[in-house]
Nanobody, 126 residues
Framework: EVQLQASGGGLVQAGGSLRLSCVTS????????IGWFRRVPGKEREGVSC????????NYADSVKGRFTFSRDNAEKTIYLQMNSLKPEDTAVYYC???????????????????WGKGTQVTVSS
C-alpha cells in the first residue's frame, strides 16, 4: 500500500523560504508520477510540481516557476519542494500525491492521483 506523509510547513514572512518533505512508502518499480499540489478553502486544488518516472520530466506551475524546486532522494524514498521567495499567495495546505494509473504529468499536475496523504500548512505573512 502506498503511503505518503508531507511535512515541513510553517509560518514564514514574505520573501522567506521553506522546504517541504514527503516520505513515501509502498512504491514499486512500476512507472509513476509524483508531485505536490496545494489547496485553499473555496478554491480548486492547484498542481504545484509533478515528476514523471517515465520521461524524467519535472514540471512547475507558472505561479511558482523560478521560485520552487522539486527534488527527490530515492535512497530515502523522499521528495522535496524547496520554496524560495515565498509570497502571501502561496499560503495553502500543501500535499504530496502519486499516481500509478498514468505515469506522466499533466503540466504541473498529476493526470490522476490515487494516493495522497495529509497536507502540511504553509502560511506566508505579508
Amino acid at each position: 500500500e502506498v503511503q505518503l506523509q508531507a511535512s515541513g510547513g510553517g509560518l514564514v514572512q514574505a520573501g522567506g523560504s521553506l522546504r517541504l518533505s514527503c516520505v513515501t512508502s509502498g512504491f514499486s518499480s512500476r512507472g509513476h508520477a509524483i508531485g505536490w499540489f496545494r489547496r485553499v478553502p473555496g478554491k480548486e486544488r492547484e498542481g504545484v510540481s509533478c515528476f514523471s518516472s517515465e520521461d524524467g520530466s519535472t514540471n512547475y506551475a507558472d505561479s511558482v516557476k523560478g521560485r520552487f524546486t522539486f527534488s527527490r532522494d530515492n535512497a530515502e524514498k523522499t521528495i522535496y519542494l524547496q520554496m524560495n521567495s515565498l509570497k502571501p499567495e502561496d499560503t495553502a495546505v500543501y500535499y504530496c500525491g502519486a499516481s500509478y494509473n498514468y505515469a506522466y504529468c499533466s503540466g504541473p499536475s498529476l493526470y490522476g492521483m490515487e494516493y495522497w496523504g495529509k497536507g502540511t500548512q504553509v502560511t506566508v505573512s505579508s
